[in-house]
């Protein structure tokens, strides 16, 4: 065999994996291959959206599952042993993964990053790659753990046995909690910006600690009741009924999946607790407040919390005197978690000095680097008022015929201490004008307002400049405030990705924080935002992505010069474009060019490397519920052509049939149908073919929706690529069994690979040698997992008599 002919994938297969199974790596527990850990970052450009190509380790070490401990960059045989360290230290920075290795399947080169080991990088032979108990030895020790602290950080995650797995910054923020904890800090902050996942990263921090035993009641604090009543029937529902909520009000929530779910409660009418539950969720304002008799917390014993985690911690516990800070101080000899997008640090207010520096931070910049946050344009809008200021004429009468004091207003008095409704309507008119240039007047849209009384006038401003959308439905405009019942009745709504109603919101404080509106195109300030705290807040409210009604981006209009904001050295999340509206130019910004994460520009037409998420023409999914149905009988219909237009690699815009696209793009991708063949049964992983045709761009869903067939990848690639005959799934397990080529095998081990067969059969299930297929029926009423893998006679065995299951399947082509 010559080694340097082969590709980087054999060179994995060959010689890496088979040397870390060598030194007693788990291949099924503790090896994960080509494991993809960012998104790949958003590009705008236009209306046009692409993704870059996400960043992706070829090995990851786990020494448990969502423990990392060691990182492996792979090369080819042309490159040197030493050839990919320096990207995989990058990756492991990251990660921040200690041990560090790169290999061409000569030897590795290893590089320590705990400065433990002397000298710091070293070459390795094959057979001398450290065995994960040697792993784990250095990681103790740079890490200073005892055995009671080893085994609070080895305490497993909560896993629902849906295969979802936290991002790579939720485990670092995760474990850097666990591990200070399991030290013995009781004050930990987390810095996470808005839209990445705080509640769920408490939740699996709250699980484990919880699990190990180390903490056994716990408060978890917000100020929303939404977030309190979400979080309970979301992520932290497996708590079941060792959990309840600090309220006497019952409540039904509608779970994510659209099942509902009545809140468990702590409380009596009379507002007696039960102590007998473990996990407690409150409002604060619900359990404390300026009167003795409001402060319910004192019902509990100082030392009943062995745990309190504060949501958005930055807006109560950070001043000396706040409601939440006499809360935590009561129950000070518990372990207290702050969660926060924006820790608070003025001269009166600091919640760094409380909790000590963040354990970890994730920035709304690296989040939007990632491709897990959106990036934003910004629209600048002055209006004469503002910038001049008013001086009332002399004598100038109110409507309450009261002389208006003669002094010069400006941005801070408007809709506070003076109203001019002209300007109200001109705000109303610009967002309008803006909805309507954008050729999409449904997006879901946030109006920030000084108060709640300009709300109200904006509400009507609104509704007047959008008379044919508010006779369509009268929720097309709304005002979600604190104090209006009806306005918060519909908040469920607006933030519900299939809600088309309402669509425009205007607020003054209510859905600046924790609201999480993953639809959110367009916020609108029309207040002054004083704190950085609240600003960053407010663009967090459009930061989420959400990929099925393509919104990857969205807008900030401003009109109070909030926006100056960016020049602060303390924001960290710079926007993709802004933009000033002259007299007479539309609101809606012009295609701009694109930028790179350093600000150097990017080609005007998509690279390579970068796959279309969104253009003009690509169909929306439907939303606002089902629609009226007309039923006609007797009226036939066919398809006579379909089109569509796709970029092609010079960014031009070709007009063909997605079939032929798709067959050109494939038979650019393997020479011939012997090609496509060596390729695929050569793949240890089949998934990982069409992972790389969906990265560049080629997914396979909308052409099995245009045949109507649902072919398995190899058959659809065949036939549509070399006009081979497809066969269904089900005709190829049959060819197997009738070939009879396991005979081998004894009863139990031909039971499961005829299960397999039928699961392929029936699911199309490509990763069959996934051994954790083995736990779920109909394999568990076969035998026990371990009890099925000694049938083949191990390990080994399984995954190969697998790899023959595979080989058997595609031995026809055609």
Known sequence: MDKRSLSERDICTKFITPALRKAGWDEMLQIREEVSFTKGRIIVRG???????????????????????????????????????????????????????????????????????????????????PAPTDLWTRFRAWKDLDGEAERIVLQDYYDDGSGKSPRYYQVNAVNAAIEAIAKGQDRVLLVMATGTGKTYTAFQIIWRLWKAGRKKRILFLAD????IDQTMVNDFRPFGGTMAK??????????????????????????????????????????????????????????????IVIDECHRGSAAEDSAWREILEYFSSATQIGLTATPKETKYVS???????????????????????????????????DVEGYRPEKGQIDRDGEEVEDRIYNTKDFDRTLVIDDRTKLVAQKVTQFLKEGGDRYQKTIVFCVDQEH???????????????????????????????????????FIDPESKWPVIVTTSRLLSTGVDAQTCRLIVLDREVGSMTEFKQIVGRGTRVHEDTHKYYFTLIDFRGATSHFADPDFDGEPVQIYEPKEGQPIDPPDAPPTDEDGAPLPEDPGEDETIV?????????????????????????????????????????????????????????ASLDDFLRRWNAAERKHAILEELEAE????????????RDLDPFDLICHVAFDAKPLTRRERAENVKKRDAFTKYGDKARAVLDALLAKYADEGVLNLDDASVLKIAPFSSIGMPMELINSFGGKAAYVAAVHDLQSELYRVSA
Do not use: C, W
């Open 614 to 670: 969104d253009q003009p023409g690509l169909p929306l999914p439907p939303t606002g519920g089902p629609q009226k149905k007309v039923y006609v009988d007797g009226v036939g219909a066919t398809i006579v052509a379909e089109r569509v237009e796709y970029l092609d690699e010079n960014g031009n815009l070709v007009t063909e049939s997605l079939r032929d696209f798709t067959k050109r793009a494939l038979r650019k991708r393997f």
């Open 224 to 227: 929303r009741n939404v977030l």
């Open 455 to 493: 709300a109200a006038r904006m509400r009507q401003a609104l509704i007047n400049e959008n008379a044919d959308l508010v006779d369509e439905n009268p929720r097309y405009v709304m005002r979600i405030t604190g104090s209006d019942a009806e306005g918060q009745a519909q908040l469920g709504n």
């Open 47 to 129: 209306k046009l959206v692409t993704r870059g190509q996400g960043k992706r380790a070829d090995y990851i070490l786990y020494y448990k599952p969502n423990i990392p401990i060691a990182l492996i960059e792979a090369k080819d045989n042309t490159h040197s042993v030493g050839d990919g360290i320096q990207q995989a230290l990058d990756y492991a920075e990251t990660l921040n993964i200690p041990f560090v290795f790169s290999s061409n399947g000569d030897g590795f080169v290893f590089h320590d990053r705990t400065g433990a080991s002397t000298p710091r990088e070293t070459t390795l032979s094959l057979d001398a790659f």
């Open 351 to 385: 919640n760094i000095a409380y909790f000590g520096d963040p354990v970890f931070s994730y920035s709304l910049k690296q989040g939007i680097r990632d491709g897990f946050l959106a990036p934003y344009k910004v629209v600048k809008v002055h209006i004469d008022r």
């Open 697 to 708: 761009g080629l997914p396979l869903d909308p052409i099995v929706e245009e045949l109507g």
């Open 246 to 307: 600090l309220s006497t009000n019952a409540k039904t929530i509608e779970r994510q999946d659209g099942s509902t779910e009545d809140l468990t409660l702590a409380l009596d009418k009379k507002r007696r607790i039960d102590t007998a539950y473990e996990v407690y969720l409150g409002l604060y304002q619900a359990i404390t407040g300026p009167e003795e008799r409001q402060k319910l917390f004192r019902e509990f014993s100082p030392g009943f919390f062995d745990l």
